[in-house]
């Protein structure tokens, strides 16, 4: 007798390879309507896997995707959906930035005061929609959304009436001061894999310790999965809404910490952006789960660096982006699809056990 | 934009409610109108209730209000349409195509026909597979941004005018209307007086050149998807109130299994409405590359898709809240086209506003409401001697502000569709 839990995380798995396939036929389809040679765009596309630098760059893009999938996938846990890792993320990146830059610490230390400052920040921004959620009832997608928006243009005004930096070499780039180099986060390989990557690693198994090996974690899985029977046993699901809806701010307030501490070293606007979205899209393909965030971050990483060679054979590289799209559709109508067929499957099963016991 | 200043601070007193819906409708304009005078007048802010900022403001608010629209006839039905974005995304770069291959109304029915299908790939996710509304909606926003570029490089890269991320310049125009002695328009060759204008130079009076200015507003420079756009407003209300069919879709999205036990097909519903809201949303985004502007640019839509979600919130999921809604969050973003050293004059007119909710809210005795909105308005009182200019982020960030505001303050007041959102397979649920 097979492991039915094993079984099950095999049928996951294997949706969401197929989701990835299937997003790889339409985008085949789209490719030659459009005139376009797919064997070739494919070929040039996964012939770059074989290239280090490809592969480095990769690992340096799935960073942060794998931060704002944790991000989001702690909210689904509790099933909140946190659309507002962007603003998050944007909100706590103008304050590491700035609070970074004005104190003088020791190398190792400033950077972790960097970090704990970013978290701080993107806690307190997502507080807001947790607060709205639990003591007005406001739906989170919304109030995310508008708080997204509303961090962007808070952001951009703070930057550009009280923190911009016109800086005398590069006259276009307006920054903000930069930090001091004992605030820079390290590269792993010199200017190509930053040592963040670690960091999201390290944040994942994190991720997977607290939520299915902790009590709190056991609490978030119940309030999520099945609200009435947790309160039954004495969570409180408000305190339980606020505390995650915290938790996925603090874990968005990272994402944007590679392009800030490991790269750019200042704030400049376009910093980071789309980064806290994409996350999503990661999240959803990973099934919430740290092993599949991990391998669907390596993905979409991929996607976005080897793109850039599409170019050289003239097939325009936002064909990724599309491709993108569809994977997300593709793998919750898979997962679907699945979860219907596993339930018969079941059925089925048990039908045929009760019939068997019966008979006997 | 008048009404929307007091949603919420309507006197609940049964004068108030007995009221018909026109009367309250025209004191809420008059009463807006007379704050608009004084600010004007104090302010010394003439162009605030000037005709050309009143039909600036309607260019502004179309797209927004057929986001609205959009939104209100996919939740009406049932389903959460967070791909309005996306589907404007289709929208506009459909209008830029059609209008350079066939003229400014190719543009727009090109759109139509688009975001229909935009609107059904969503209804497919949705109602055949049961995916989940917002993740869907998110799928076709990322769809909607990559295919749209993509395109652009393989139809527009390279054409005369067209670049990898704008389209030719599209031909023809829509032709501007002048209502004829109210605005000085034409009859046949003769041009009609502009009585309105008349009255609206009068600029010591208060109110009467205000309401000349509005109405104006109106009434001249008007395009005709504009008009056709507004035409939609009384046309939904007819459709979703007072027709079997929208009684129908209006229960599938209240409550899809008692129209189904009434034999209601459901989801047919449900495929028919999200064909309109993505037509609607797509409409809005070609209105911005056809009628707005000749060309499609890359990220034209920036956001109102968004801002047209917030306004279905804001006008409570009714045609003409939606309409008030999106006036409101149009109206700072034309007076920041206009002259941008008019915008601080809204800050008064924020002010005085809150100081009739705080007066309203005496009478019902809601001490806290009181107090937070006094204590806001002197903040806003403070802020317009302060500032000489209201940084323009603040402007864009209003719409999105006011809905959480909104959203926070008024809950009780706000009635979405109780089944929006929710997941619903037809004979499961029983």
């Known amino acids: ?360 | 934009m008048t009404a929307t200043l007091q949603p919420t601070s309507a006197p609940r007193s049964l004068a108030w409610k007995n009221l018909s819906p026109l009367r309250r409708a025209s004191i809420l304009w008059l009463g807006g109108l007379l704050i608009f005078s004084i600010v004007r007048i104090i302010a010394d802010a003439d162009d605030i209730t000037s005709s050309g900022t009143i039909s600036s403001t309607l260019r502004v608010a179309t797209p927004i209000l057929l986001a609205g629209l959009a939104g209100l006839w996919a939740e009406r039905a049932g389903i959460v349409n967070i791909g309005i974005e996306g589907m404007m995304i289709i929208g506009s770069w459909c209008g830029g195509y059609g209008a350079w291959k066939w003229g400014s109304w190719g543009g727009i029915t090109l759109a139509l026909v688009g975001g229909m299908l935009v609107g059904l790939l969503h209804a497919l996710a949705t109602v055949r597979f049961n995916v989940d509304h917002v993740v869907s909606g998110i799928a076709i926003n990322t769809l909607a941004a990559g295919s749209t570029e993509y395109l652009s490089i393989i139809f527009f890269k390279g054409q005369k005018g067209g670049g990898e991320s704008q389209s030719p310049p599209g031909k023809g125009g829509y032709g501007e209307f002048d209502m004829p002695f109210l605005a000085g328009g034409r009859i046949g060759n003769w041009k009609s007086p502009d009585i309105l204008k008349w009255i609206e130079d009068k600029h010591d009076i208060p109110l009467i050149p205000d309401m000349a200015g509005f109405i104006r507003g109106l009434v001249s420079d008007v395009y005709l998807p504009t008009i056709l756009a507004i035409a939609i407003i009384p046309l939904s209300v007819y459709v979703l109130w007072r027709t079997r069919w929208g009684l129908r879709l209006r229960s599938s999205g209240e409550s899809p299994q008692a129209g189904e036990s009434l034999g209601v097909a459901i989801n047919r519903l449900r495929y028919q409405a999200m064909a309109i809201s993505g037509a609607l949303a797509a409409f809005g985004g070609a209105y911005l590359s056809c009628v707005f502007t000749s060309t499609y640019r890359q990220g034209q839509t920036g956001g109102q898709g968004f801002i047209g979600l917030a306004t279905t919130i804001f006008g409570n999921w009714q045609p003409w809240g939606v309409f008030r809604g999106s006036l409101l969050f149009g109206f700072p973003t034309a007076l920041k086209f206009r002259d941008e050293r008019n915008v601080p004059a809204l800050l008064l007119v924020a002010a005085v506003a809150l100081v009739i909710v705080a007066a309203v809210m005496v009478l019902r005795r809601r001490s806290v409401i009181v107090t937070s909105c006094l204590a806001a308005a002197v903040c806003l009182v403070i802020a317009y001697n302060v500032v000489d200019k209201v940084p323009s982020e603040f402007v864009a960030a209003t719409p999105y502000i006011v809905t959480v505001i909104v959203l926070a303050g008024a809950r009780q007041q706000l009635r979405p569709p109780a089944h929006a959102g929710l997941p619903y397979r037809p004979g499961e649920s029983h």
């Not at chain 1, 036929?25 to 797919?38: M, Q, V």
């Not at chain 1, 929609?129 to 808070?154: D, P, Y």
């Not at chain 1, 806290?276 to 393909?285: D, M, R, S, T, Y």
């Open chain 1, 1 to 360: 007798m097979k492991n039915p839990r094993l079984q099950r995380a095999m049928v996951t798995a294997a949706s969401s390879v197929l989701a990835v396939f299937v997003a790889l036929a339409i985008s085949a389809i789209i490719l030659l309507i459009t005139g376009k040679d797919p064997v070739k765009a494919y070929s040039t596309l996964f012939g770059a896997a074989g290239e280090s630098r490809v592969l480095q760059g990769m690992a340096n893009r799935a960073t942060p995707l794998m931060i704002s999938a944790a991000a989001v996938a702690i909210g689904f846990k509790m099933n909140l959906f946190n659309i507002g890792v962007e603003g998050q993320m944007r909100v706590a990146l103008l304050t590491t930035a700035v609070v970074g830059a004005a104190v003088d610490l020791p190398p190792v230390l400033h950077v972790a005061f960097c970090l704990v400052v970013a978290m701080t920040a993107g806690a307190l921004w997502a507080g807001i929609a947790g607060w709205l959620k639990v003591k007005r009832n406001v739906n989170e997608v919304i109030s995310t959304i508008m708080l997204n928006f509303i961090a962007l243009s808070l952001v951009a005004w703070a930057f550009d009436d009280f923190f911009r930096v016109e800086s005398p070499t590069e006259s276009l780039l307006v920054k903000t001061k930069e930090l001091p180099t004992s605030a820079w986060f390290p590269d792993l390989v010199d200017r190509r894999l930053n040592g963040m990557f670690i960091v999201a690693i390290l944040l994942l198994i994190l991720f997977w310790v607290v939520v299915w090996k902790t009590k709190f974690g056991f609490r978030l899985r119940a309030s999520g999965g099945n609200s009435g029977a947790a309160r039954a046993t004495g969570v409180n699901p408000k305190k339980m809404i606020l505390i995650s809806m915290l938790l996925s701010g603090a874990i968005a307030g990272l994402v944007g910490m590679r392009a800030l501490l490991g790269d750019v070293h200042a704030y400049q606007n376009n910093l980071a952006e789309q980064q806290g979205f994409n996350g999503i899209a990661v999240a959803l393909l990973g099934r919430n789960h740290p092993l599949g965030i991990f391998f669907s971050a390596l993905l979409f990483g991929f996607l976005g660096e080897a793109s850039g060679k599409l170019q050289l054979e003239d097939i325009p590289k936002e064909i990724t982006t599309i491709m993108s799209g569809i994977i997300v559709l593709a793998v919750v109508i898979i997962n679907e699809a699945v979860k219907r067929w596993d339930n018969r499957r079941i059925q089925r099963k048990a039908t045929a056990e009760i019939e068997a016991e019966v008979k006997s």
